[in-house]
Each structure stands twice: as structure tokens, then as C-alpha cells.
């Protein structure tokens, strides 16, 4: 009977949470009026190990800074670095369309699409593809087809006579007030975003839903992103306890290496520090303000870059006096005695963003930025990576001439020990 009785409370209680489960199913659905998922966000992939020019003289990573839909420009630099695709990885940093003539946008998207080019998503790119879902979401309802048919008779086609306003009609006529309704809030139908998206093709909506937010290479000890990464959870001190470089990655029952523990760290730099788990921040920072506000705004705040850096020349290692001047517990906590202490130990990781045009070309020793405002007629720019980039000890060989970035080809401090190329090419609008 004790059996019986124990038996029903679990098979009620079960039924309980279905139904729970459903009730808030309903409710979501009737809180976004059935829309689905808009965003589709990867968060991080990986570069392959096969990519990376350690040992191999021939291979480089070519990061490139936003494109925007410059294509003639593009294609400039990649001749001016001698691409060549047997040999080198093209990486994106995102902002690939807009800006520029519709069709320069669509082939751009073309030549990466089908090359598979890797690269992240930028905040305009993540407008597109929110664009594209919407798109696809009215096309499968009763009407959207014809409706957005109609749409794009006005906005590609009448668009063009100068006495036809489409916002007018978008928001006079009676019969588009049911598909309005439908757009989320701030969203503007006339906008460049919404044309490429209109435009483009399947395969282009697909590789560009693709891009993960940070393209992470871990051998290169470096992070690609559009916007920006933060080193430490920056409503805290850095050397809070709790923070991912405060403290060595406990591995119990694994004996470490310092390759492992600074891949652990760099992991814990995604996936600890709640800033860098918000996609609208890796898209969109520039400033950090007082009480560690996120903002994107040009002017008032800290560039998040000064941080970055100011955190990652702290780093001392797992190993040496430095380290073994402080206290280390039995949690593998660094106990810092007050927020001045010098060293964490860490080691220091790359993150190569664009994204900040009003700042252009900006090279720390631990960050480079590389949008230098192609779309406004100035340049765009690349960072070359090849076997001298990742020395992972002094080299007599290798040498830097930062104080030459006002030419079209400059040498700059990479990573541990190593060095890269700053190449840009002067850019024109077609």
C-alpha cells in the first residue's frame, strides 16, 4: 500500500511539471505574439590548430578589419597582402555589408559565403540576420508572401522616384497595419539592413547566421571579435576572488601545464565574466563608464581597450617570484592583499576587434583595433599573423616598429614573444 501511495505522489508530481511546463510554454508564446527566434546567436567557435602558423613559413591568418560593403577596397588589400588561399586564413571581423551600393554589399557576402571564409558577427551584420528571420517568418503566414511582394515593388522599385515616400505609404495604408504590428520595437523597414536583407541570398543568410560572436584560437593564445572582450568582471576589482584571472584553474587530480592552465583561463575569460556572455556587448562596446557600465557611445567613458590592457600587464604567470611573493590557498585563490597588488597570475591572451572607427587604427600591446573607417573613404586594414607572431621565447630576429603606423606597412608587438604586420590599403567609394 506504502508503495501504491509513493507511486501516485511521484506520477502527480511529474504531471504537475508538464503542466507547469505548458501553462509557461502558452504564456511565452502569447507574450511574443508566436514570433520565433530573431537572433540566432553562436557564441564562440574555435580556430583550428591547422590554421595556425606555428611551424609552417608559408601559412599566415589575415584578419581584416569592417568591410562594409567595400568591395573594390577589399579586394585591394587582399591583393596588396598577397592572399593566397592554399596558404593563408582569411578572418573577418565583422560589419560586412551596408553603407555602400546595395550590389557591393551582395558581393562581398558572395566571395565569403563561398569561400567560407571565418570571421565573427558584427552589430550590423546581427541586424541583418534578425532582418532575414523576420522576413522568413511573414513569408510562411496567410498573405506575407504577396505582402512583402508589395513591399518590395515600393522599396527597390518606386523607391527611386523622387515624389514617392515610403514611409508614408508604409504607414498610411490600411492593409499594412497588421504586418506592422508585427515588427518589433525600433525596428525600421526602410533601413539599409532590411534591403540587404531583402537581397540576399539564402546561402548568404545561412553563412552569415553562422559567424559565431568570438572566433577563439587557442593555440594563438587570441580572441576575434567585432566589438570588443572584457579581462575582468568590471564591477569588481580585478583581483576579486572570483574574477577568472585572479586565481590558477583548480585541476584536481590532473597534473597541469602551463599550456592547459592558460587555456582553462582563457575559456574562463567567456565563459565567468557576465559581460562577455552579452551578445549586445561583443557587438557593441567601446566605453566603459563609471560603475562599469557598458556603453557604446564615442566619447564619454574608458576605452575598453585601456582596461583590457591595464589587466593584462598585470599578468605575471603561474610560476616565478613574483608569484610566489603573494599568497596562493588552498583553493588555488590568489589572495590579493588590497586592489594595488601589481602581479595576478595569468597569462596574457591577444583580442584582435573592429568596430571603432572614430578611434581608427588602435595598437596596445595586447588588443589591436583595425577599423579605420573604409566606408568613410579612409582605409581599411589588416593585421598579418605568421610563424614569427607566436615565438614563444625572445628572438633577436624579430624586431617592431611601432612608431611607423603612419605607413601602409608597419611591424608591432604580438602575443608572448612575437611580432605581426599592420597592412592598409586607401579605400574609395564606387
Known amino acids: 500500500m506504502y508503495s501504491v501511495l509513493v507511486t501516485f505522489v511521484l506520477l502527480s508530481f511529474k504531471l504537475c511539471l508538464v503542466l507547469v511546463d505548458h501553462v509557461y510554454s502558452i504564456r511565452s508564446w502569447l507574450s511574443n505574439d508566436g514570433r520565433p527566434d530573431f537572433d540566432h546567436y553562436v557564441s564562440t567557435k574555435i580556430l583550428p590548430a591547422e590554421h595556425i602558423p606555428t611551424n609552417h613559413t608559408k601559412k599566415r591568418i589575415i584578419a581584416v578589419g569592417d568591410i562594409h560593403g567595400m568591395h573594390h577596397s577589399f579586394h585591394s588589400l587582399l591583393n596588396q597582402v598577397s592572399y593566397d588561399p592554399n596558404h593563408d586564413t582569411l578572418v573577418h571581423l565583422g560589419d560586412l555589408a551596408i553603407r555602400s551600393p546595395l550590389s557591393d554589399s551582395l558581393a562581398v557576402l558572395s566571395f565569403l559565403e563561398s569561400n567560407n571564409i571565418m570571421g565573427v558577427r558584427g552589430n550590423n551584420d546581427h541586424k541583418i540576420i534578425r532582418w532575414r528571420a523576420w522576413i522568413d517568418w511573414i513569408s510562411q503566414l496567410p498573405d506575407g508572401k504577396e505582402w512583402l511582394a508589395d513591399v518590395d515593388d515600393k522599396l527597390f522599385r518606386m523607391g527611386d522616384d523622387p515624389d514617392f515616400n515610403f514611409k508614408r505609404w508604409l504607414k498610411h495604408k490600411k492593409s499594412n497595419k497588421k504586418w506592422l504590428k508585427k515588427i518589433p520595437d525600433g525596428w525600421k523597414m526602410n533601413s539599409d539592413h532590411f534591403k540587404v536583407a531583402r537581397a540576399m541570398s539564402q546561402d548568404h543568410y545561412e553563412y552569415l547566421a553562422s559567424l559565431p560572436l568570438v572566433l577563439h584560437a587557442p ?62 556587448v561583443l557587438m557593441n562596446m ?24 591595464d589587466v593584462m600587464n598585470r599578468c605575471s ?97 604580438y602575443g608572448d614573444h612575437g611580432q605581426a604586420q599592420i597592412v592598409s590599403v586607401p579605400c574609395r567609394s564606387s
Open 317 to 413: 604567470g603561474f610560476v616565478g617570484t613574483s608569484l610566489n611573493s603573494v599568497v596562493i590557498n588552498s583553493d588555488n585563490k590568489f589572495e590579493s592583499p588590497d586592489d594595488d597588488t601589481d602581479q595576478l597570475p595569468c597569462y596574457p591572451a591577444m583580442v584582435v576587434y573592429g568596430h571603432a572607427a572614430s578611434t581608427g587604427l588602435d595598437v596596445k600591446r595586447w588588443s589591436i583595433g583595425l577599423d579605420t573607417g573604409c566606408v568613410y573613404e579612409r582605409e581599411l586594414t589588416a593585421v598579418i599573423l605568421d610563424w614569427k607572431s607566436f615565438q614563444s621565447s625572445p628572438s633577436s630576429d624579430i624586431t617592431a616598429d611601432e612608431n611607423d603606423l603612419g605607413t601602409s606597412s608597419s611591424r608591432i608587438a
Open 219 to 280: 593555440i594563438a593564445h587570441t580572441f576575434f571579435v567585432h566589438a570588443g572582450l572584457l579581462a575582468y568582471d568590471v564591477t569588481r576589482s580585478p583581483a576579486h576572488p572570483d574574477q577568472p584571472l585572479s586565481h590558477i584553474p583548480a585541476l584536481p587530480h590532473i597534473r597541469a601545464n602551463v599550456s592547459l592552465l592558460r587555456d582553462l583561463q582563457e575559456k574562463a575569460l567567456l565563459h565567468d565574466i557576465p559581460q562577455n556572455r552579452d551578445p549586445w
Open 286 to 309: 567601446r566605453k566603459i563608464k563609471k560603475g562599469g557600465r557598458i556603453s557604446r557611445g564615442h566619447t564619454k567613458g574608458l576605452p575598453w581597450s585601456n582596461s583590457y590592457n
